[in-house]
């Protein structure tokens, strides 16, 4: 049986792998879903330096404190910016990562720049604000969630969606601006990437295609790990396998 640690994306927390987590573990399989600071019901920790490197730490710690090994690290979508450095710090305990629809960064990019939602110039000043104490804390991802969700819902039922929705929490401000310290090409383990078909994530796709990960497709969209918890544990089981 393996042992995974599932992180999550921007705005959710160890809540959004219910479903997935009770397939797995049904299976025999250990599973841990710990929330990032600032993040679910950890909000309450969310601050103006809590960034990338702080989530590394949080899940760093869940490794040495839990006593793992030989763990699988799946990443979804925010945390794909996360997983390099807990590889960098922790890869003696890790034997092979996992993506989930998961940004791609490089040593060196911001997440907002990275995927268009502002300009490098812009993030830089916000990271510099931060700094000096000042500036938003939150970026208001959940709400931007919520908004294109409205637009465009999600492939789940109704019922679902609303459970999701209602349960998004605010992303630190840090995190979307700061220059990622680790990049994701700094990666020596086996990694897979799984590409949901709707979604914004496209440019991700190709970029972990010219890392020479194996890609495997979805027909879902980005909040596949919700919307088909069973597809999305099948898949995950199959590359382990």
């Known amino acids: 049986m393996a042992t995974f640690l599932l992180m999550h994306g921007g705005g959710m927390g160890g809540w959004t792998w219910k479903f997935v987590r009770e397939i797995l573990e049904a299976k025999g399989h250990k599973v841990f879903t710990p929330t990032f600071t600032g993040f679910g019901e950890r909000s309450h920790l969310i601050g103006r330096d809590v960034g990338i490197e702080t989530h590394v730490t949080d899940i760093v710690n869940v490794l040495h404190y839990e006593d793992l090994s030989d763990v699988i690290l799946v990443a979804h979508s ?29 040593k060196g990019e911001r997440i907002g720049s990275l995927l268009g939602f502002a300009s490098e110039d812009d993030m830089i000043g916000l990271d510099a604000m931060l700094d000096a104490g000042e500036g938003p804390i939150g970026s208001g991802v959940h709400e931007q969630q919520r908004a294109m969700a409205k637009e465009h819902p999600h492939m789940m039922s109704a019922e679902r969606q609303d459970w999701l929705l209602d349960h998004l929490s605010d992303q630190p401000m840090r995190a979307t601006c700061c220059a990622i310290a680790v990049g994701a090409e700094s990666i020596t383990l086996p990694v897979d990437y799984i590409a949901a078909k709707h979604t914004i994530m496209n440019a991700m796709h190709d970029r ?34």
């Open 78 to 106: 925010y945390a794909g910016t996360v997983a390099p450095g807990v590889v960098a710090q922790a890869g003696d305990r890790i034997k092979r990562v996992i993506y989930l629809d998961a940004i791609i960064p490089y």
């Open 208 to 241: 972990a295609r010219s890392l020479g990960w194996p890609v495997h497709d979805h027909p879902g969209d980005h909040a596949f790990n919700v919307g088909d918890p069973e597809g999305v544990a099948d898949m995950i089981l199959g590359i382990v396998s």
